[in-house]
């Protein structure tokens, strides 16, 4: 259930996306106010879309470089990918899969973890050479008369 609703919701969006770029094309780009004017004015160049009994597929391109892809199996599976030009005017691009394992995103602006310090990397690699041994049952022994002992006290 909570597949066909999230379905049903991206459809929507893309509906709603393409009623915007149709229908609107004076204000302030719905209500960004440091929208440029080919954000105000950007049209649907393209959309498809196909639902299945065994998945979806859509995908859609603007006239501002805002674009946008993805297919779906009955499973939940969802590959896809978007991206759009920034205000510096780089492209931007992300490629994603949910699936099982959750949602992983791909993409160069994602943040990445800082580089693992070398003393870090020393410590770590001591450790896995040098695995810690297991006690002997002659020290479990030995603390345990040296508890008796102090009892007799």
């Known amino acids: ?34 929208a440029s004017s080919d954000d105000v004015h950007a049209e649907v160049k393209s959309y498809t ?14 006239t501002n470089a805002i674009n946008s892809a993805a297919s779906g199996d009955a499973y939940g599976n969802v590959h896809g990918d978007f991206g759009w030009v920034s205000p510096e005017g780089v492209h931007v691009a992300l490629q994603y899969t949910a699936d099982e394992n959750g949602y992983q995103p791909n ?16 410590a770590l690699e001591y450790i ?16 345990s008369n040296n508890r008796n002992s102090f009892r007799h006290f």
């Open 49 to 62: 879309s196909d639902v299945r009994p065994d998945g979806f597929e859509y995908a859609y391109d603007t």
């Open 1 to 34: 259930m909570f597949k066909i609703i999230a379905l049903c919701t991206l459809l929507a969006s893309a509906s709603a996306l393409s009623t915007f770029g149709k229908h609107n094309s004076g204000g302030n780009g719905g209500g960004h106010s440091s």
């Open 107 to 122: 993409s160069d602006i994602l943040p990445t973890p800082p580089p693992i310090p070398a003393a870090i990397l020393k």
């Open 128 to 143: 896995r050479t040098h695995p810690p041994k297991e006690e002997s049952n002659s020290y479990h022994a030995a603390s």
